[in-house]
């Protein structure tokens, strides 16, 4: 007997998600839906609407790692369902935090014996490692001025205005001035002289960055110690030094082993980290080991009973996963000082591969320095015909995520764009790319040409008639890549 279409139920008896009811319905987005669906379903839906995600080896905007070897894959799912704060339960992944903050400390040349253990802890990000260096600062501060029967309602910390966003969080967050040194064109970190002299009794450290997000350079921190400690001498003060090693801290010691800006330094007493960038772990890790326990107070560490035996910690979350540690010692063991330094060495070649590419166009200008993170900061020659923005937005088509951006105050005047060069962007990358940008700026050069010549075969027009035909031009290119985006896309 023949079965009517009308009585076939299509979920019970088709397997294919595409010929389910599902792929038909649009699902709530704001609140959560009355009925559950299967699971190949909502798989799929959520999978179909994450591929207009970019693709994150492209993202040259990231610091981020964005692969890792297929092992270290396997160890990070195998211990997605432990809680790292269970040290009671899970105490092999706490002796692992524990070597890596070790290895970490060593690294970073802190004068601690072979068998002594090194003061830190693991974080989510550099973002919470400098939270807590600066309330370790803050407190130490605070203890001092009441023991001299002083005033401690004024904290300030001296950085840099190039710095990241997380230490305008701290200082808000937590209620202490950010006294920031003003950049200039040309000279785009903190200058260790104008920092110093900004320095005062109320200053609970200076923040120095080894490897700036905005050019990857390197801030003086040598210099920048002997000027504090001349100034401190003269005033009796014990200003301390924080670096922010968040991009830079694992390219340093490898590439740069002779440059003093960790422990070697007297006046550093805390450095932060994040494993998830040159650490080479997937997000989000991050680290901060201090030079020893005097620079940690006693009393900001916690010691909890909650899950069966006496557990000292500090950190501002509580329950958080236990996978990125776990790769970041795998990473350890796996690769090693010279594996660490082969990549790093790599990373250095390819930005060079990529610099000279851009200096044979005669269009850019390379603001990012030698030495430093591996990244390429570049800004135009000549942008009163087309700016980074547009280069940035062009590129998109390609797939190719690199931001524009403006420089912090005072030199906001000055725009560039920036590549990130990471472990997995190879030679062959680094080639596409440079292709890819060079016929965009053919193209953006083209079409205002085009333009231009219309404009003048029409007759005379006024400087500021042109000025404004140039802006729809820009304008129509936008249009025309979205549109570009979207064709590509469907």
Known sequence: MAISSTSVDYDQ????TFASRYVRASLP????????????????????ELMLDGNPRLNLASFVTTWMEPECDKLIMASLNKNYVDMDEYPITTELQNRCVNMIAHLFHAPIGEDDTAVGVGTVGSSEAIMLAGLAFKR?????????GKPCNNPNIVTGSNVQVCWEKFARYFEVELKEVKLKEGYYVMDPTKAVEMVDENT?????????????????????NELLMEKNSKTGWDTPIHVDAA?????????YPDLEWDFRLPLVKSINVSGHKYGLVYPGVGWVVW????????????????????????????????????????????????????????????????????????????ISKDIGVPLLAFSLKDSSRYTVFDISESLRRFGWIIPAYTMPPDAQHISVLRVVI??????????????????????????QQTHNTSIVNDGEVSEHRVREMQRGITKYWRRFVNDKKTSSVC
């Not at 909890?304 to 776990?326: C, E």
């Open 140 to 148: 130490k501060w605070q203890a001092k001025r009441k023991s001299q």
């Open 13 to 16: 008896n088709l397997h294919s």
């Open 291 to 366: 030079r020893n326990k005097e620079d940690l107070p006693a009393e900001l560490v916690f010691h909890i009973n909650y899950l069966g035996s006496d557990q000292p910690t500090f950190t501002l979350n509580f329950s958080k996963g236990s996978s990125q540690i776990i790769a970041q010692y795998y990473q350890f063991i796996r690769l090693g000082f010279e594996g660490y330094k082969q990549i790093m060495e790599n990373c250095r070649e390819n930005t060079r591969v990529l610099r000279e590419g851009l200096e044979k166009t005669g269009r850019f200008n390379i």
């Open 422 to 447: 990471r472990e997995d962007f190879s030679h062959s990358l680094a080639d596409r790319l440079i292709v890819d940008i060079v016929r965009v700026v053919k193209e953006l050069e083209a079409a």
């Open 204 to 224: 609970i450290c200076v923040a120095a960055i080894l490897g700036s997000t905005m050019t990857g350079e390197f801030e003086d921190v040598k210099l920048l």
């Open 247 to 255: 991009s830079g801290g694992f390219v340093a010691p490898f590439l």
């Open 29 to 48: 987005r704001f609140k959560m839906p009355d009925q559950p669906i299967p699971k190949d379903a909502a798989y799929q839906i959520i999978n179909d």
